[in-house]
Nanobody, 122 residues
């Protein structure tokens, strides 16, 4: 199986910065797409940013220019630098990773982290 451990959440004042990290471990042959999602109180989980195995990135419009997603395939880690944070960024942030477990795997399996709280006070 695969375990995802997130870190880096916390409380910050508006305008501040945080860096989220996610470390994957377990039976991993290849890591595919990776992403950060978030869920604010009373709202649906939304996709924040993705990064493919070829390092192509996508950002939801509300974070474009403020957040930066990156990955280290040698370490199987996913990071996201968040700057100019606002109260609207307050949410639980989830790491999402697609992996193949062996060279014989035909498909990727989906895995989620436990979530890390980000609270931005205005």
């Amino acid at each position: 199986q695969v375990q995802l451990v997130e870190s880096g959440g916390g409380s910050v004042q508006a305008g501040g910065s945080l860096r989220l990290s996610c470390a994957a471990s377990g039976t991993i042959f290849k890591v595919g797409n990776m992403a950060w999602w978030r869920q604010a109180p009373g709202k649906q989980r939304e996709l924040v940013a993705t990064i493919t195995d070829t390092k192509q990135t996508y950002y939801v419009a509300s974070v474009k220019g403020r957040f930066s997603i990156s990955r280290d395939d040698a370490k199987a880690t996913l990071d996201m630098d968040m700057t100019t944070l606002s109260a609207e960024d307050t949410a639980v942030y989830y790491c999402y990773v697609r992996v193949k477990h062996s060279s014989e795997s035909l498909t990727y399996t989906d895995h989620w982290g436990q979530g890390t709280q980000v609270t931005v006070s205005s």
